[in-house]
């Protein structure tokens, strides 16, 4: 995928250089070959779909109105929620899963959504519980400092808000997802078509094993949550066994409130 210009309808915030640790200079190749073909894939796939689908469900709840979605790649929840009524904020580092995000918008999202390029381990200018909700999808496993990325999702989060996340478990298997895949498109009667795009996801998946660099399992974040005092935690299998989906609240009470980004810091 190259890289698209961004839609002047939706309110953006470019990161300096000193927010990009060099590594994600060198990464963001790897992202850019895997963005090209995410939404050709992963949509398909049984176990994407039921997890995405958890992960709205989680930040669609009454009191919860303003998500930030950390490591939002292309917008697979961001945009749902943004269509359920809810002002998201996406976050990512990797501008092609951003211009990938920004090709898909709808015309009427407006202020609706804002997107930062950003690196999840630090969010300096968002204040601390200014979002009724926080989701991460596959995110932790990718960065370079897992618990500083958790606490900084923590931290924005009112008390009382939602947090949604999923990572792989201590028992990942890359291979077993691998194999399941490429034979469901076989079974759809599309791998052919899309081989390509398969084997740019294959690729990039195996680059990014997480069996080869996690550091903060789904195991340690329910565990982290748990001293940190959430209430209502849930660990509930996804991706075949391999990974989980960890829902939360956090310690404490507040109001959900109405607009994500008058809690911007600096506006």
């Known amino acids: 995928m190259t890289l698209l210009p961004c839609q002047p309808s939706v309110n953006s915030v470019e990161p300096s250089v000193a927010t990009r640790p060099q590594s994600a200079w060198v990464q963001e190749n790897a992202w850019q070959q895997y963005a090209i073909s995410y939404d050709r894939i992963l949509p398909r796939l049984p176990f994407y779909i039921e997890v995405v689908d958890r992960h709205v469900e989680a930040m669609t709840q009454a009191d919860v109105r303003n998500v930030i979605d950390i490591g939002a790649g292309t917008g697979n929840v961001a945009l749902r929620l943004v269509a359920e009524g809810r002002r998201v904020t996406a976050v990512d580092l990797s501008p092609s899963m951003l211009a990938q995000l920004r090709a898909k918008l709808p015309a009427d999202v407006g202020s609706k959504l804002l997107i930062v390029q950003q690196n999840a381990e630090a969010l300096p200018q968002f204040a601390s519980g200014a979002f009724d909700g926080v989701n991460m999808l596959l995110v932790l496993y990718a960065v370079e400092r897992p618990s500083a990325a958790l606490d900084e999702a923590v931290?924005?989060?009112?008390?009382?808000?939602?947090?949604?996340?999923?990572?792989?478990?201590?028992?990942?298997?890359?291979?077993?997802?691998?194999?399941?895949?490429?034979?469901?498109?076989?079974?759809?009667?599309?791998?052919?078509?899309?081989?390509?795009?398969?084997?740019?996801?294959?690729?990039?998946?195996?680059?990014?094993?997480?069996?080869?660099?996690?550091?903060?399992?789904?195991?340690?974040?329910?565990?982290?949550?748990?001293?940190?005092?959430?209430?209502?935690?849930?660990?509930?299998?996804?991706?075949?066994?391999?990974?989980a989906t960890i829902c939360g609240r956090k310690p404490g009470q507040m109001a959900a409130r109405p607009d994500h980004q008058q809690f911007v810091k600096g506006e």
């Not at 599309?190 to 990039?204: A, K």
């Open 155 to 243: 931290r924005v989060l009112r008390p009382g808000g939602a947090i949604v996340i999923t990572e792989p478990k201590r028992c990942f298997n890359l291979r077993v997802l691998l194999d399941f895949a490429e034979n469901y498109l076989r079974q759809l009667g599309v791998l052919e078509t899309l081989r390509e795009d398969w084997q740019r996801v294959r690729e990039s998946n195996q680059r990014f094993d997480p069996s080869q660099r996690s550091r903060l399992w789904a195991e340690n974040i329910y565990e982290r949550l748990e001293t940190l005092g959430f209430k209502q935690l849930c660990f509930q299998d996804s991706h075949l066994g391999n990974c």
